[in-house]
Every structure is written in structure tokens, then in C-alpha cells.
């Protein structure tokens, strides 16, 4: 699953336009608002080649190349390499915006760059030292390097200065998750659900920590809760659906996996999940799902292709539900 980070989405000041510039940013404005990035690029570029120095135009183009939706495999690197290369030239023109030096940060945490992205927001709280969204920033960055002392330092500076961001503490429970501080987590999304109790992927979340702390009916509770309030939201019939199974209700199970298959078909582990449910009843059947999650995810083919040569001997079907799957009662 792919993690979800908050980026600072502040415009920079429509006072770096002038004249038709202006009436071109307005534009551009009004097309990102709408989702139409591609449109609103046009009009970012169009400043750029009438005034290359227009710093806003390139700190605002970058973050529309950032919401571009990819439309195949490779566009999504390709949009944020140029972003990056917006927000590297917009602070080469103008190196007193913090808003920029976070996004560029923000932008660096998404593609792995943990230590450029600490050093871009470093820069950000030196010209804004109360700058919330550059401690939250900083704080993911560092969790993200697996020094979980200084990111709860961060979070903990950014809660001091907005303690009802719901934002905070959806991404400290996530550091907190990773990082196997699951009491902690089970807290923070606790908080999140108060500041924001129609907040499904919190219900999920929490119920993920919850199976953690061994406390299953609370988790099945926040999963049914997140599907209440968003019956298209594919993940919390997947982790449902894995409870269920351990916990010996295959029919009501795998409703919910395919469930999870269809809202999100091209989510591999869908299909791997159906397939190690189905692999002692029917090994065929399960060698399908494999083979469609080796088409939807290459990286990961020599697992599933593992998995659909295990199909074919009854210990090999045996060893797949084992691995996966135990008894959710007897988990110490």
C-alpha cells in the first residue's frame, strides 16, 4: 500500500506577477483547483517563456507536475524529477521562500531522499522557525530513516504548534506503526478520529494497530466503521477480509476480498491474498490470482511465480495458507 505524505500546498504570492502575467496565474489557479494540472501547466509555462525569472511560476508549476495523475508506468518518477527540477529552479531564483525549500523536502521524502529532504527542510525552519508543516516534514523524513528519537522530537515541536492538526497525528501513528510503537499509534489515531470522526482511513488504520495489540473485535469494529462511511474504500475489506480468514469465516472472507479486488483491481495483493485463500480448496483457481498479481506488480514476480509452483503439491498448497494465515487466538 502505498503511503500517503501531506505536502504544504501554499501558493507563492500572485504579487511575483505583474499585468497579463496576473491574469495568466488567475488561470492557472482556477485550473489546478478544478484538477485540470495538465491545463494549469500550460499556463505556468506560459509565463515561464515570457518572464524566466518568475520564480512563483516555477515553485507553482512544480507542485501541479507533483498532482499529476500517472497514466503509465514510469510517468509518476518522471512527473516528480520535474517538479524537483521547478522547486530547484524557482529557489535558484528567489532563496528566501521557505514554502518552497518544504515542498522541495516533501517532494524528496516521496522519492526515498531522506537526507536531502531533512536538509531542504532545515532550510525552511531557518527562515520560519514556527513552521509547522516543515517539523511534520522533518518528522516523516527522519522516521523514515529509522531515527524515531528525533522524529518524535519533530512531531512533538509541530503538535506544540498546531495540537488539532488531524494531519499530525495521522502521520505520527504511521512512524509510530512502523516503527512497532503500536500502543502509541493506537493512541494518535484515537486522537485523529476525535478531530475528524468521518475520517475512514483512520477507522483502518486504527484497526491494523489494533490486530497488533491482539484486540480483533475492536479491529473487525473499525473496519466495518471505515466501510460505513466509505463503501468504495477497497482497504478495509482487505484487512477484513485477512481477519476473517484467520479467524475460520472463509465464506465471509473471501466476499470481502473480491469485494477489496474489485474497488481496487489493480492492487496485487488482492489478487495474492484470493489466491492463498483459495489454494487448498482450488489450487487452479489460485494459481489465476497469481498469475494476475504477477502481471499487475512485475517487481514482485518471483514470489508469485514461487507461489503458483507450490500449487501444484498438497504440502506446497499446505505451506502457502500456513504462511500466511494462523490462528489469531493463539498470537503471542
Do not use: W
Amino acid at each position: 500500500m502505498k503511503k500517503v505524505y501531506f505536502f504544504c500546498l501554499a501558493a507563492c504570492l500572485l504579487a511575483a506577477c505583474g499585468g497579463s502575467e496576473t491574469s495568466l496565474f488567475r488561470k492557472a489557479q482556477v485550473a489546478a483547483d478544478k484538477g485540470q494540472f495538465e491545463k494549469a501547466i500550460r499556463y505556468y509555462s506560459m509565463i515561464i517563456k515570457d518572464n524566466p525569472q518568475n520564480y512563483a511560476a516555477y515553485a507553482s508549476r512544480g507542485l501541479a507536475h507533483e498532482q499529476l495523475r500517472p497514466k503509465e508506468a514510469g510517468e509518476l518518477q518522471k512527473n516528480r524529477e520535474l517538479a524537483a527540477q521547478d522547486y530547484e529552479k524557482a529557489l535558484s531564483l528567489n532563496y528566501r521562500r521557505p514554502e518552497i525549500y518544504n515542498n522541495l523536502g516533501a517532494l524528496y521524502i516521496d522519492q526515498g531522499r531522506y537526507q536531502d529532504a531533512i536538509l531542504q527542510l532545515n532550510y525552511a525552519l531557518m527562515l520560519r522557525p514556527n513552521y509547522f508543516m516543515a517539523f511534520l516534514n522533518r518528522a516523516v523524513a527522519y522516521s523514515k530513516q529509522g531515527n524515531m528519537s528525533q522524529a518524535l522530537v519533530d512531531f512533538s515541536k509541530a503538535e506544540q504548534l498546531d495540537p488539532y492538526s488531524p494531519i499530525l497525528y495521522l502521520n505520527r501513528a504511521l512512524a509510530e506503526f512502523a516503527a512497532g510503537y503500536y500502543d502509541n499509534a493506537a493512541e494518535d489515531y484515537t486522537q485523529l478520529i476525535e478531530l475528524d470522526p468521518n475520517n475512514a482511513r483512520a477507522y483502518l488504520e486504527r484497526g491494523r494497530t489494533l490486530m497488533k495489540l491482539d484486540a480483533y473485535q475492536n479491529a473487525m469494529d473499525d473496519f466495518q466503521r471505515a466501510i460505513a462511511i466509505n463503501p468504495n474504500y477497497a482497504m478495509p475489506y482487505f484487512y477484513a477480509a485477512e481477519l476473517l480468514f484467520n479467524k475460520g469465516d472463509t465464506e465471509q472472507a473471501l466476499a470481502y476480498a473480491q469485494r477489496a479486488k474489485l474497488l481496487a483491481p489493480t492492487y496485487a495483493p488482492a489478487y495474492e491474498m484470493m489466491g492463498d485463500m483459495l489454494a487448498l480448496e482450488s489450487p487452479v483457481e489460485a494459481t489465476q490470482h497469481y498469475l494476475a498479481a504477477r502481471r499487475l506488480d512485475p517487481n514482485r514476480a518471483l514470489r508469485y511465480q514461487g507461489k503458483i509452483r507450490m500449487m501444484t503439491t498438497e504440502n506446497g498448497r499446505r505451506r502457502v495458507v500456513t504462511d500466511r494465515f494462523y490462528d489469531l487466538n493463539n498470537q503471542r
